[in-house]
């Protein structure tokens, strides 16, 4: 799409005037892959039917004022549906996702909420050990808890209020172990990398999040979410 819509809420109200943001695209769209530079000009992206796997990137920004201080605000963004043939994940072709950050500007004014800088990556290898890198940082400087979180749909839409709900896993998966994996699943909190080693070739859906903390009065002030789906080949 050529934009993207955002819904902005909080508990202490909207924004004044429109609730929702359609967001032009700054940068893309992107052709990505993890190939050698042999093949980048064949993958899928470029080559319908090629089976040499790419993937398409946009980056849309806007700007949105927000109209006074609350503890919560929430910039979310949903899309349906799913792929099909996902396998950690009860009846994924008709789930939606569903992600927000969270941003208190009642603490600082002027605080900037997380984000993740590494791309993430969609393709692993089989019975090879993964590391699924996020890159938390913070341009404040705050203190930053990232952990795995469970992949989400809209739960419920009401005016500007858009919420999220977990979606269950399919059986054998939960939250601790959320791929087929001979080792245990981890995230580091520090790095947000996580470490297991996939052993089912499918698709899988994880889910990331990255609290934070303001380093003077330990107050959560922000958090972000990321959703992802990668393919075990």
């Given at each position: ?7 902005i809420?909080?508990?202490?109200g909207?924004?004044?005037?429109n609730c929702?943001?359609?967001m032009?695209?700054?940068v ?10 042999t093949?980048k000009s064949?993958?899928?992206c470029?080559?319908?039917g090629s089976?040499?796997?790419?993937f398409?990137?946009r980056?849309?920004?806007d700007t949105v004022t927000?109209p006074?201080?609350c503890?919560d605000?929430?910039?979310?963004w949903?899309?349906c549906?799913?792929n099909g043939?996902i396998?950690?994940?009860q ?5 939606g996702?569903?992600i927000?950050c ?5 603490v600082k ?5 997380p984000r993740?800088?590494?791309?993430p990556i ?6 090879q050990?993964a590391?699924f ?6 341009p404040n ?5 990232a ?5 989400e ?5 009401s005016?500007?209020?858009?919420t999220?709900?977990?979606?269950n896993?399919a059986a054998t998966?939960?939250l601790?172990?959320?791929i087929a994996?001979?080792t245990?699943?981890a995230v580091?909190?520090n ?5 297991f080693?996939?052993n089912?070739?499918?698709k899988?859906?994880?889910?990331f999040?990255?609290?934070e903390?303001d380093v ?7 958090y972000i ?9």
């Open positions: 799409p050529t934009t993207g819509g955002v819904s809420s909080s508990s202490c909207g924004p004044v005037g929702s943001l359609n032009p695209t700054v893309g769209p992107d052709t990505l892959d993890q190939l050698c530079d093949f064949i993958n899928s470029r080559v319908p089976i040499y796997p790419g398409i990137r980056i849309y920004v927000l006074f201080a503890t605000w929430k910039f979310s949903n899309s549906c799913r043939g396998l950690n994940l009846g994924a072709s008709g789930d996702m569903y927000e969270m941003l208190n500007n009642s004014w002027n605080n900037s909420s993740f800088l590494i791309d969609p393709y692993l290898c089989i019975d050990p590391f890198l996020n890159g938390p940082y913070d400087n705050d203190s930053l808890v952990y795995n979180s469970q992949p749909q809209v739960g419920t839409s005016g500007c209020v858009t999220g709900t977990p979606i896993y998966f939960s601790t172990a959320p994996s001979t245990s699943y580091n909190p790095t947000g990398t996580a470490t080693t996939p089912t070739l499918g899988y859906v994880l889910g999040r990255c609290d903390y003077a009065s330990g107050n959560l002030i922000g979410m990321r959703d992802v789906q990668v393919s075990v080949l």
